[in-house]
């Protein structure tokens, strides 16, 4: 047996006593214990906030970003050694799968947000606010790592995607976090950490883990600390009550289990791709993780004409499912995660027995392959009918966090929708239907109860990632029972770690504040045109004042037969009545185009590439005879990694395009992308 250590201030430390026993979910057998007792909870998360934290402020989002890549790189190759431990928490290699390479995959997708964020350790977002008539005052937000700690209760089901899924976010924004996983599934956790650890990826205090109890973890929180659950509805409820969190106004972030439920539409008649959809999806939800997901389909709701067919049909492909030992060839169902949830699994289905019938399953009569089941936390998936799910209620109330689910039938969609809202919130829901009036009628009668929707028929099928599967860039929460949080959801979930704050000032402060150039700002013009200059060597404001043009007719028709845009604006005078031009006015994009005829410099120099336009803006419209020119700013700086040895040293910078006319007010605005040299190729 082991004792599975607790990380915390920079060493690995053994709980004193003798700890919480842990066991093998397979065979009842102790593998070892976690405790936490002689931990000083505060002196870690003191720990986090004055050296994980200020290690991760000083970093950028890009190298925030690329250090997460690396790590998920590392883990990715070493993967195969969690599989081992994760059967012994009575997942399959399926269920491993989703938990082991599903949380490396979101280090992966957060690395890639780097993209959506400037090259520095803060955020700028959204667009400058005029504040004055004369464009002297402005405002915009910024978004700041808060300088606390993250803590994070996680449950027991997945002990590594848990943990990967917030911690990605967490550093990402540039915040440490205090890992606490459940005990009973730690084991798992700590393996991971301690590679983590070793590979020396993350700077010292970005991460700390409590194996065993973390009682009283929350006393010592302050204002700038974020805590983030996941768990029961009730376990939330009590901490998200807790007093320190209510006085200090602690973020608290609550993704509780839920009713979710999956819909079969009224179209989705046995013979359809979507029936079979529909069967063979309630069926995988109902056994991965032996049904410990927070996501898993808790409720069937189905035309009243088609319970038959979806009792036959999902029992014929609930019998098939063999129970057994993860590492025994062709089972498909493991056990659950110890003795305490079969415990409680059980006094649930006891409990929803009392008002629906059991079609499909036994709490007593089952096999087990490769495997005692008395010794190990097995059940058998419980299929139940509840022919009057209105006023029969306990379904809606009472979870079995387990193989465990109900058929209710409905009328009329607007019954199906009653029933979904009557689980009072929850993280998903599902309907299966390729008739796009009820997707329609389901979705929008649904969403305010729901964190997400599935919409799944033939077409998306192959590649759908299902109902149980919460995906990095969409958000992963739920209001009501499930919580009314929300986790992951792209940049939204890294926000969550940022404290946004306004600014306000003339517009070279504020320039100077967000290393983005804001109309009005200070201007330099001094020096050689931008594009010979290097990447390290442009600086925000760099301006170049350019040449001029006269438009002409001939250039309006000549564009027009280059482009082959003859709209009557621009070719035919005699339509112009009724409209705000009064003659042909020229192209915007003719207008886009010269303009970068005036700021290029065609010789080679260190610009590589255009390679975007964004924000362009028409903003005045130019007729023959007016004289147009261009103010060419440096906008925005943002450095790029290189791909291999071979691969060039450069970076992005934005150039915003001011074209103005003779009375200097601005007809078009936009800005370029550009890929610039580095001075510097090491």
């Known amino acids: 047996m082991r004792n599975y250590e607790n990380y915390a201030l920079g060493k690995w430390i053994k709980g004193d006593g003798e700890g919480i026993p842990l ?21 870690m998360m003191d720990y986090a906030r004055k050296t994980g934290g200020p290690a991760l402020r000083k970093m ?35 269920d491993s799968w989703i938990d082991i390479e599903g949380g490396i995959g979101n280090l992966f997708t957060n690395a890639s947000l780097r993209r959506q964020f400037p090259d520095l350790p803060y955020h700028v977002e959204g667009s400058a606010a005029p504040l004055s008539k004369n464009g002297t005052f402005i405002g915009h937000h910024i978004m700041v790592p808060k300088q606390g700690v993250a803590i994070h209760i996680n449950a027991f089901n997945f ?17 440490p976090a205090i890992v606490k996983p459940a005990t009973i599934t730690s084991y798992l956790t700590e393996v991971m950490v301690r590679e983590i650890i070793d590979s ?35 376990t939330g ?7 320190k969190l209510i006085e200090e106004a602690v973020p608290f972030n609550m993704e509780a289990d ?8 009224e179209d989705a008649i046995p ?39 979806v009792q036959i049909e999902l029992g014929k492909r609930l019998s098939k499912t063999i129970i057994g030992d993860p590492t025994v060839e062709g089972v498909r169902m493991g056990s659950l995660a110890g003795k305490e949830q079969l415990t409680e699994v059980t006094e649930k289905v006891k409990q929803l027995e009392q008002s629906q019938d059991i079609v499909f399953g036994s709490l007593e009569k089952f096999k087990v392959v490769g495997a005692d089941k008395n010794k190990g936390s097995f059940i058998s998936p419980i299929l139940f009918l509840n022919n009057d799910p209105f006023n029969k209620v306990d379904c809606h109330n009472i979870e079995a966090f387990g193989p465990v689910s109900t058929i209710l039938p409905y009328k009329t969609i607007d019954e199906a929708i009653k029933l979904a809202r009557m689980g009072k919130g929850s993280l998903v829901c599902s309907i299966i239907t390729n008739d796009m009036k009820i997707a329609e009628e389901f979705v929008v009668g649904a969403a305010s109860m729901h964190g997400r929707i599935l919409v799944l028929n033939e077409a998306c099928s192959k590649e759908s990632t299902g109902h149980g599967s919460p995906m990095p860039l969409l958000t992963h929460g739920g209001p009501g029972r499930a919580g009314g949080g929300e986790e992951m959801g792209g940049i939204r979930g890294i926000k969550h770690y940022l404290q946004r704050t306004a600014i306000q000032g003339h517009p070279t402060t504020i320039t100077n504040l967000t290393k983005q150039y804001q109309v009005g700002a200070e201007q330099n013009t001094e020096g050689p045109h931008t594009f010979r200059k290097h990447f390290e060597e442009i600086e925000i404001g760099d301006t170049v004042i350019t040449d001029k043009h006269t438009v002409t007719l001939d250039d309006i028709e000549n564009f027009a037969e280059l482009s082959g845009d003859k709209f009557y604006a621009h070719m035919d005078e005699n339509s112009l009545d009724g409209t705000i031009f009064t003659e042909r006015v020229a192209h915007g994009y003719f207008i886009m185009s010269k303009a970068a005829g005036l700021f290029v410099d ?30 060419f700013t440096a906008k925005e700086k943002i450095s790029q990694e290189k791909r291999d040895e071979e691969d060039i040293a450069k970076g992005i910078v934005k150039f915003l395009v001011d074209v103005y006319d003779d009375e200097g007010e601005t007809v078009m605005l936009a800005t370029i992308l550009t890929m610039i040299r580095k001075l510097d190729q090491s």
């Open 200 to 234: 020396g990826i993350l700077p010292e205090g970005s991460i700390q883990l409590i194996c065993g109890s973390a009682r009283g973890i929350l006393d010592d929180v302050t204002s700038e600390d974020i805590v983030t659950f996941t768990g029961s509805a009730s």
């Open 237 to 243: 409820q009590i901490l998200k009550s807790h007093p």
């Open 23 to 43: 066991f093998n979910a397979i065979n009842g057998e102790q593998i070892g214990t976690a405790g936490s007792k002689g931990l000083d909870f505060s002196d």
């Open 602 to 631: 065609p010789p080679k120099g260190p610009v590589l590439l255009n390679y975007g336009i964004d924000e362009c803006r028409f903003t005045k419209p130019v007729y023959p005879g007016m004289t147009v020119g261009v103010r």
């Open 159 to 175: 002990p590594i995607w848990g943990m990967l899924e917030k911690i990605a976010v967490n550093l990402m924004a540039g915040v």
């Open 60 to 94: 950028t989002f890009q190298e925030r970003g690329l250090m997460l890549k690396k790590l998920a790189l590392y883990l990715h190759s070493i993967k195969k050694k969690f599989y081992p431990i994760s059967f012994l928490t009575g997942a399959t290699k399926v």
């Open 258 to 265: 839920s009713l979710n439920c999956s819909v079969l539409g």
């Open 271 to 309: 013979g359809t791709a979507e029936f079979d959809l529909f069967i063979k999806e309630v069926q995988r939800e109902m056994t991965v993780k032996a049904g410990q997901k927070c996501t898993a389909v808790r409720r069937i709701i189905v035309p009243e004409k088609l319970v038959e067919d």
